[in-house]
C-alpha cells in the first residue's frame, strides 16, 4: 500500500513538472525548461527505483536518461535536433502508469523540435513578463532550516512593517521595498526569499539577468518596465532578481557602461523609487556585492548578508529536508553529523538528504518494506558529496 502511495505521488510530480517543462519549450524557453526537464528526469528515476517490474523499471530508466540529455541540450544550446525528441514510455504493460500521454501522438507534450531556433536576440527577452508571475509560493519561514538570524531580521525590517505600517508611519518610518541579499552561492537566497513572498502571501516574479538583458539599444530598460507593470498589476507582488551584479555591474577598472547598460540601470533605479507606497517588494540576490553598481546598491533599504550555515544550522537544514521521509531524527548522531558537515552549504545539504533517502529506498525496494533513512544513510552521502565551500574567501 505504501509503494502504492509512493507511486501515485511521484506520477503526480512527473506529470506537474513535464506539463511545465512542455509548456515553458513550446514558448522558447529554452533555459527554464531545461530545469524543469531534469526535475521531470529525477521524478522517473525515482519511479524506476519503485517498480517491482524489471522491464518496467528499465523503461522508466531509459526515460530518465532521455529527459536529462534533452535538459543538457537545451542549456548548452536553446534547441533541439529534429531527431532529439522527448520520447515517452509507450502503454501496453498494464501498469496505469507506464505512459503519461505527454507527447504521444506527435501533440504538444512532445515539445517539436523547431519551436525555438535562437533567432530572436542574444539574449531572452521580457515580452510577456506576465510568464514569470507565480501565486504566493506554499513556503514560510518554518520550511526553511537554520537562517534564524536572517529570518529575524526580515521579520523585523520587512515583514513587521508591512503589518504595523500605521504604527511605523507615527514615527515617519515607512516600509522596506528593496533588499539585497549577499553571501556565498548554495546558502538559501533563492529559497528564504521564496518563503518571505510565501510568509507575506505576495504573488511572486522570478528573474535572471538573462530575462532582461538585450543587446538593442533601450530594450532592456522597457523589458525592467513591462515587469514593473506586471508587479504593480498584481500586487502585492514580491519581485525576486537573482544575480544582480551581472544585470547592473560597477564596473570597476574605468571601464564604461554601454547606453542600453545606463538606460537599464537607471530604470531600475527609477521603478524601485515609483514603487514606494506600492505593496511591491524587490529582492536582489549576488555573491559579489561589490560588483553591483553602486547607485543600485544605495536605493536598497536593507543590505544583508546570508552566511554559510553554522553547525546548528546545518542540522536543522536537514532535519527540514528529512522530516516528511521515513527518518529516525532521534536516533541520528547529530554531532557527528555537525562535524562532517562543515563547509557544506544549504544546497549541497539538500543533496545529502536526497542521496540517503535514495540509498534508503534501495534498501526498501530490495526487501520490499520500509527503511528508515539512518545515520549510515548520511554518512555514505555525505561521502560522496563534495563540500562547495571549503574555499570560499567572501
Keep these: 500500500m505504501e509503494d502504492d502511495i509512493q507511486r501515485d505521488i511521484l506520477q503526480d510530480r512527473y506529470e506537474e513538472y513535464r506539463a511545465k517543462a512542455d509548456e515553458l519549450r513550446a514558448q522558447g524557453e529554452a533555459k527554464k525548461a531545461a530545469a524543469y526537464y531534469e526535475k521531470c528526469a529525477d521524478a522517473m528515476a525515482d519511479l524506476a527505483a519503485t517498480e517491482s517490474s524489471d522491464s518496467l523499471a528499465e523503461k522508466r530508466r531509459d526515460l530518465a536518461q532521455n529527459l536529462a540529455n534533452v535538459a543538457e541540450r537545451l542549456r548548452d544550446s536553446g534547441s533541439l535536433d529534429a531527431t532529439e525528441q522527448v520520447d515517452d514510455m509507450e502503454s501496453g504493460d498494464g501498469d496505469a502508469g507506464a505512459s503519461d500521454d505527454a507527447g504521444s501522438g506527435g501533440g504538444s507534450g512532445s515539445p517539436d523540435a523547431d519551436a525555438s531556433d535562437g533567432s530572436d536576440a542574444d539574449s531572452e527577452s521580457v515580452e510577456d513578463a506576465g510568464e514569470y508571475l507565480e501565486p504566493p509560493p506554499d513556503l514560510d519561514f518554518e520550511d526553511v532550516g537554520g537562517m534564524h538570524d536572517l529570518k529575524e531580521t526580515l521579520r523585523d525590517k520587512v515583514i ?75 500586487q502585492p507582488c514580491l519581485v525576486f532578481i537573482d544575480e544582480v551584479d551581472a544585470l547592473m555591474p560597477s564596473r570597476s577598472g574605468g571601464s564604461q557602461k554601454t547606453q542600453s547598460e545606463r538606460q537599464m540601470v537607471n530604470q531600475f533605479l527609477t521603478e524601485l523609487t515609483e514603487t514606494r507606497g506600492e505593496d511591491v517588494i524587490t529582492v536582489t540576490a549576488t555573491n559579489i556585492p561589490d560588483e553591483v553598481d553602486g547607485a543600485a546598491t544605495s536605493r536598497f533599504q536593507e543590505r544583508i548578508e546570508v552566511p554559510p550555515p553554522g553547525p546548528e544550522a546545518r542540522e536543522a537544514i536537514l532535519r527540514v529536508h528529512l522530516r516528511n521521509r521515513p ?30 533517502a535514495l540509498a534508503a529506498l534501495q534498501e526498501a525496494v530490495e526487501d520490499d518494506e520500509i527503511r528508515h533513512i539512518r545515520q549510515e544513510h548520511l554518512e555514505q552521502a555525505l561521502a560522496e558529496t563534495d563540500p562547495s565551500l571549503d574555499h570560499w574567501s567572501g
Design 327 to 356: 527518518a529516525l531524527p532521534d536516533e541520528i548522531d547529530w554531532e557527528r553529523i555537525r562535524e562532517s558537515t562543515e563547509g557544506y552549504s544549504g544546497r549541497d545539504l539538500e543533496v545529502v538528504a536526497d542521496d540517503a
Design 160 to 234: 513587521d512593517p508591512l503589518e504595523r505600517s500605521d504604527l511605523y508611519a507615527e514615527y515617519d518610518l515607512g516600509v522596506v521595498n528593496g533588499v539585497m541579499l549577499y553571501g556565498p552561492p548554495g546558502t538559501g537566497k533563492t529559497y528564504i526569499t521564496r518563503a518571505l513572498a510565501g510568509k507575506l502571501g505576495y504573488n511572486f516574479v522570478d528573474v535572471e539577468p538573462n530575462d532582461i538583458t538585450s543587446s538593442l539599444v533601450g530594450e532592456a530598460a522597457d523589458n525592467v518596465s513591462e515587469l514593473y507593470d506586471v508587479a504593480r498589476d498584481n
